[in-house]
């Protein structure tokens, strides 16, 4: 079972498309109210294009190579960060949880496989990645009911089951700050660079 890339950009493609769209102009109105520099405005177009295409083709790449499957002795998850396996015997339970975070417009959904000791021995994102029928069939296949985990905050789903909820969830102010002022310098350094190149 894998992920469906379709599934991603009906729910991000409009976002990327707007993101492109509003590069796109920027740079065309740079390149026609600041002529004396037209290199600037030709470097705008490509640093903001390249970055969206290269956010795309991850997602694509994660996409051809996720998977998640369930033979008879484990259950076994691939992605781009490398492949886990885990005997079926350490699974407990498949609990349904929504994320809740203070940086987030929408909660995020998770599957929990929980093994040995309630903690989390993988998981599965279920608002925009994987589906909710994704969870129903691995469930099914693992040969446990669904519980339901009710609404959480990332910590409090960490604390019930530990490795449920990355570093980020439960710090996100202290992972988004850092993240945004890093994208706008290496933004403002990529454009510096290539605005001499486009001279």
């Given at each position: 079972?894998r992920?469906?890339?379709?599934r ?8 990327l498309?707007a ?19 037209p ?6 177009v490509f640093?903001?294009g ?6 795309a ?18 259950v076994?998850?691939r992605s781009l960060?490398?492949s ?9 339970a498949?609990v ?8 987030l417009r ?6 929990l496989?929980?093994g ?5 021995i ?12 994704d969870?129903?069939?691995?469930a099914?296949?693992l040969g446990?009911?669904?519980i339901e ?5 990332a910590?409090?789903?960490?604390d ?14 202290g ?10 310098v ?8 290539f605005g001499?190149?486009?001279?």
């Amino acid at each position: 079972m894998r992920p469906s890339a379709r599934r991603w950009i009906r729910t991000y493609g409009v976002h990327l498309g707007a993101v492109g769209g509003v590069a796109l102009l920027f740079g065309l109105s740079v390149a026609l109210r600041v002529v004396s520099h037209p290199g600037i405005a030709g470097a705008v177009v490509f640093v903001l294009g390249a970055l969206t295409g290269g956010v795309a083709a991850t997602v694509l790449a994660s996409s051809l190579v996720a998977r998640i499957a369930v033979d008879g002795t484990s259950v076994r998850k691939r992605s781009l960060l490398g492949s886990h396996r885990w005997p079926l015997g350490q699974v407990s339970a498949i609990v349904r949880v929504t994320l809740l975070s203070p940086t987030l417009r929408d909660p995020l959904h998770y599957g929990l496989i929980i093994g040995p000791a309630n903690r989390c021995i993988t998981r599965m994102e279920t608002s925009w990645w994987w589906s909710s029928a994704d969870l129903d069939r691995i469930a099914l296949a693992l040969g446990h009911p669904i519980i339901e985990g009710g609404r959480l905050t990332a910590t409090q789903a960490e604390d019930r089951y530990p490795g449920s909820a990355a570093w980020w969830l439960r710090h996100p102010w202290g992972f988004a700050l850092p993240l945004s002022v890093a994208i706008v310098v290496a933004v403002c350094i990529l454009i510096a660079v290539f605005g001499a190149a486009f001279k």
